[in-house]
């Protein structure tokens, strides 16, 4: 299983950006795909997942501003994020569950400046 990220980058508070993730080595269309960020000193957290059917899950600190999709065709699943604050700084890592495994891809960093 390889989770690949992309997308990271350095925005202003109030800015937009796009990560996404390609996966390989799994059955994509049946998994549930998820992203996670851990900021410096804090735990890994949940920001949103995807079902294979599409249904969406979001924490409540994005809720309105991001929003998770996913291209079973292409085995991507992407995170827009818009209006973007400086506590969504952090390492963004995609993540799905296979026979109760977790898989992590390496993170990207994303950075919003006030």
């Known amino acids: 299983v390889q989770l690949v990220e992309s997308g990271g980058g350095l925005v202003q508070a109030g800015g937009s950006l796009r990560l996404s993730c390609a996966a390989s080595?799994?059955?994509?269309?049946?998994?549930?795909m998820g992203w996670y960020r851990q900021a410096p000193g804090n735990q890994r957290e949940l920001v949103a997942t995807?079902?294979?059917?599409?249904?969406?899950n979001y924490r409540d600190s994005v809720k309105g501003r991001f929003t998770i999709s996913r291209d079973n065709a292409k085995n991507t699943v992407d995170l827009q994020m818009n209006s973007l604050k400086p506590e969504d700084t952090a390492v963004y890592y995609c993540n799905t569950v296979q026979f109760g495994v977790h898989y992590w891809g390496q993170g990207t960093q994303v950075t919003v400046s006030s």
């Open positions: 080595g799994i059955i994509f269309s049946l998994n549930v």
């Open positions: 995807i079902s294979r059917g599409g249904k969406t």
